[in-house]
């Protein structure tokens, strides 16, 4: 391999400039034998599920701007690029530094996201084929920040991208932020019971009552992937999104369409939890499955029943995380109510660069201030846990 020839940088405006099978040999080289990708959403078919579905484009705050990079015509590298004209659908927020950047006379959008769209789920981001990891990245971030200072763009953000991402953007000049979400660590669990035997007696009692609560809505829930979704779930999945995504955002996200589409491409990497009662789908939630962890995604009800969201979206994706020898359940942003229900608090991590170089180290500051804040909540959280007091001393 020349890793000192000329490395080129194009710019794609859709997944429908590159083949499905390029961009997955960087995003997903670990599935070419027809296994699952480790991370479901920067797999062609999601991405561009939320292109055609035109959940993200024109209009909706997300214009793709993809990375593609090659080296003596071999593509060795690529990344989910976006021009933003706002901070919605991102879960590592940035809305006090527009309003800061505003105030101070500046025009913080459009800016450049390395991300995929409303997914707090962490993943690569700078999506390398194996042997090209170093040299792709270095040429896909000195890629981005040519386009954002090109076009007169005030910064770039990478969000929810790997340890190993942040540690090496940070070496290369990049401004490194840290937050936390709440993820379930599989510990070679045989069943639930002894996932609730590591807890305190305390807890195991009120996750038991709450489990008998729930499973006595007066119906039946079922774990549907693949072929056991059919078309009418998705009616009942999209009643159940529109309600959740018009109380949390105004508007939901994701078209009607996109859930037409994941039902011809995307349900193999899907897992729905679906309530029925009295012949109908009353609440449910969506997962996507990757290779060793299951992404909760969407929760909605169109009916209220005592502990069946914690049931519906936590305990059977446990369930689900034991049965199937799955090392981690991340059930997205927010919540430390999950605290209670055995997730513990993670950190999440993410890059940015801000053209303006004094508003850059004002960001910077805030960022090492973030980060400490940060680890002693996390280190109070842990301790605080539904674990077992030698249960807790293992996980330190």
């Not at 003596?72 to 706002?86: F, M, Q, R």
């Not at 540690?167 to 996932?195: C, K």
Request: charged share 25%; net charge negative; glycine share 8%.
């Amino acid at each position: 391999m020349d890793t000192d020839s000329l490395i080129e940088i194009a710019v794609l405006p859709g997944l429908d400039e590159i083949p499905a099978e390029e961009w997955d040999a960087c995003a997903c080289p670990e599935a070419a034998d027809g296994g699952r990708p480790v991370d479901p959403f920067t797999t062609h078919r999601f991405l561009k599920a939320l292109e055609d579905s035109r959940s993200v484009g024109r209009g909706t705050g997300w214009e793709p701007r993809h990375l593609a990079a090659r080296q003596n015509g071999e593509l060795i590298a690529v990344a989910p690029l976006y021009a933003k004209s706002n901070s919605q659908g991102e879960y590592i927020f940035d809305f006090s530094w527009a309003h800061a950047y505003e105030n101070a006379g500046g025009q913080y959008y459009p800016k450049l996201q390395i991300a995929v769209p409303f997914t707090p789920a962490t993943g690569r981001r700078f999506l390398t084929r194996p042997g090209h990891e170093a040299a792709g990245m270095s040429a896909l971030v000195q890629g981005a920040v040519k386009l954002a200072a090109d076009n007169g763009l005030s910064s770039l953000h990478v969000t929810f991208c790997t340890e190993a991402e942040a540690i090496a953007g940070d070496e290369i000049g990049l401004m490194r932020r840290t937050t936390q979400q709440y993820h379930w660590e599989n510990r070679d669990y045989p069943d639930f019971d002894a996932f609730l035997a590591d807890l305190s007696s305390r807890k195991r009692k009120t996750i038991r009552k709450e489990r008998q609560r729930a499973n006595a809505f007066g119906g039946e829930i079922r774990l549907l992937t693949g072929d056991e979704i059919e078309p009418q779930h998705w009616d009942s999945f999209w009643r159940f999104y529109q309600d959740t995504g018009a109380r949390k955002w105004g508007s939901p996200y994701l078209t009607r369409a996109f859930f037409e589409i994941a039902h011809e491409v995307l349900r193999d990497d899907i897992l729905l939890v679906m309530c029925e009662r009295e012949g109908r789908d009353v609440a449910g939630a969506l997962n996507m499955i990757g290779r060793d962890v299951l992404f909760g995604r969407y929760w909605g009800c169109i009916e209220h029943h005592d502990f069946l969201h914690f049931e519906t979206c936590y305990y059977r994706a446990i369930d689900y995380a034991i049965e199937n020898g799955l090392a981690r359940v991340e059930a997205g942003a927010q919540g430390e109510h999950k605290l209670a229900r055995g997730y513990l608090p993670s950190e999440c991590h993410s890059l940015h660069w801000i053209g303006d170089r004094g508003f850059a180290r004002a960001v910077e500051q805030f960022l090492t201030q973030e980060r400490r804040a940060v680890e002693e909540d996390i280190e109070v959280l842990t301790a605080y846990g539904p674990f077992r007091k030698e249960q807790r001393e293992e996980q330190d």
